[in-house]
C-alpha cells in the first residue's frame, strides 16, 4: 500500500459498549475522495474488534458510500483519519457513527403522573441523539454517551432527536441557536434535524420544550 506523507486530519471518537457502524458518507471531492482509515486508539485495541469485509484486508473505507463495523466491549476509542488520495488533495469527508442495536423487549409506556425508576429507565433506553460534528459529520449517541466529549472536543453545528419509546402523553420540541443568528429560534419536532451541515456554524444554545398531553371526549 502507498501511503501519501501528508498531514492528516485525524479524529477521536468515543464510543460506549456495542455494535456501530462507521460509514463513509460523502467528500468534497468527489473525483478524488480522499481515504478514511479506522482503528482503535493507542491503548484500546483489545476492546475494539473491526468487522471487515472477507475481501478487505485493511480498515479503510475508500470512498463515499462504504462502510465497517465496530464492536467494542466495553467503552473505547476508535481512531478516524482522513488521508488525501494524492499530494495537496482534499482531506474533507463526512463520516457517520451510527449504532446498531437488536432492540429490548417492550415494557409498556409509563404513565405521567407517577413513573418508577424501571419504567423511567426503560422509556429512556431508546433514546438517541444525532449531532453533526465538524470535520467528521453525521455522530449518533445513545443516552449517557458524548457526541463531542471532553476528550475529543470538536463543534457540533447541528442535532436531531429520536425517541421512539417517548411516552405517549409527552410531547418534545427542541430548537438551536448559532453565534451568527438574530432572533428567536424556530423549535422542530423529535427525529428533525435543527441547525446546519459544513457552514462552520457552530451551536451556541439549545432549547428544549415539554408538554403533557391530554384527550377529551366529547359526547
Same mark, same amino acid.
Given at each position: 500500500?502507498?501511503?501519501?506523507?501528508?498531514?492528516?486530519? =485525524?479524529?477521536?471518537?468515543?464510543?460506549?459498549?456495542?455494535? &456501530?457502524?462507521?460509514?463513509?458518507?460523502?467528500?468534497?471531492? =468527489?473525483?478524488?475522495?480522499?481515504?478514511?482509515?479506522?482503528?482503535?486508539?493507542?491503548?484500546?485495541?483489545?476492546?475494539?474488534?473491526?468487522?471487515?469485509?472477507?475481501?478487505?484486508?485493511?480498515?479503510?473505507?475508500?470512498?463515499?458510500?462504504?462502510?465497517?463495523?465496530?464492536?467494542?466491549?466495553?467503552?473505547?476509542?476508535?481512531?478516524?483519519?482522513?488521508?488525501?488520495?494524492?499530494?495537496?488533495?482534499?482531506?474533507?469527508?463526512?463520516?457517520?457513527?451510527?449504532?446498531?442495536?437488536?432492540?429490548?423487549?417492550?415494557?409498556?409506556?409509563?404513565?405521567?403522573? *407517577?413513573?418508577? &425508576?424501571?419504567?423511567?429507565?426503560?422509556?429512556?433506553?431508546?433514546?438517541?441523539?444525532?449531532?453533526?460534528?465538524?470535520?467528521?459529520?453525521?455522530?449518533?449517541?445513545?443516552?449517557?454517551?458524548?457526541?463531542?466529549? +471532553?476528550?475529543?472536543?470538536?463543534?457540533?453545528?447541528?442535532?436531531?432527536?429520536?425517541?421512539?419509546?417517548? +411516552?405517549?402523553?409527552?410531547?418534545?420540541?427542541?430548537?438551536?441557536?448559532?453565534?451568527?443568528?438574530? *432572533?428567536?429560534?424556530?423549535?422542530?419536532?423529535?427525529?428533525? &434535524?435543527?441547525?446546519?451541515? *459544513?457552514?462552520?456554524?457552530?451551536?451556541?444554545?439549545?432549547?428544549?420544550?415539554?408538554?403533557?398531553?391530554?384527550?377529551?371526549?366529547?359526547?
Amino acid at each position: 500500500m502507498n501511503w501519501v506523507t501528508e498531514t492528516t486530519q =485525524q479524529k477521536m471518537i468515543d464510543l460506549g459498549k456495542g455494535l &456501530f457502524c462507521i460509514q463513509y458518507e460523502d467528500a468534497e471531492d =468527489q473525483a478524488s475522495p480522499p481515504r478514511v482509515v479506522v482503528k482503535p486508539a493507542s491503548g484500546h485495541e483489545r476492546s475494539v474488534e473491526l468487522l471487515l469485509h472477507p475481501d478487505a484486508d485493511d480498515s479503510i473505507l475508500w470512498c463515499p458510500g462504504s462502510s465497517l463495523v465496530v464492536r467494542t466491549t466495553s467503552a473505547a476509542k476508535v481512531q478516524v483519519e482522513v488521508v488525501p488520495l494524492h499530494p495537496n488533495g482534499s482531506r474533507a469527508a463526512s463520516v457517520r457513527v451510527e449504532p446498531l442495536t437488536q432492540g429490548a423487549p417492550r415494557t409498556g409506556y409509563p404513565s405521567s403522573a *407517577g413513573w418508577n &425508576f424501571d419504567s423511567q429507565a426503560a422509556a429512556f433506553d431508546g433514546l438517541r441523539i444525532l449531532g453533526h460534528v465538524a470535520g467528521i459529520g453525521d455522530v449518533s449517541v445513545n443516552a449517557n454517551e458524548w457526541i463531542a466529549g +471532553p476528550r475529543a472536543p470538536s463543534r457540533i453545528e447541528g442535532v436531531s432527536i429520536h425517541w421512539p419509546r417517548r +411516552p405517549r402523553d409527552l410531547d418534545i420540541r427542541y430548537a438551536v441557536k448559532t453565534a451568527a443568528q438574530t *432572533g428567536v429560534a424556530k423549535t422542530v419536532d423529535l427525529d428533525t &434535524f435543527a441547525g446546519t451541515r *459544513g457552514r462552520a456554524l457552530p451551536i451556541t444554545g439549545i432549547v428544549i420544550e415539554r408538554s403533557l398531553l391530554c384527550s377529551v371526549t366529547v359526547s
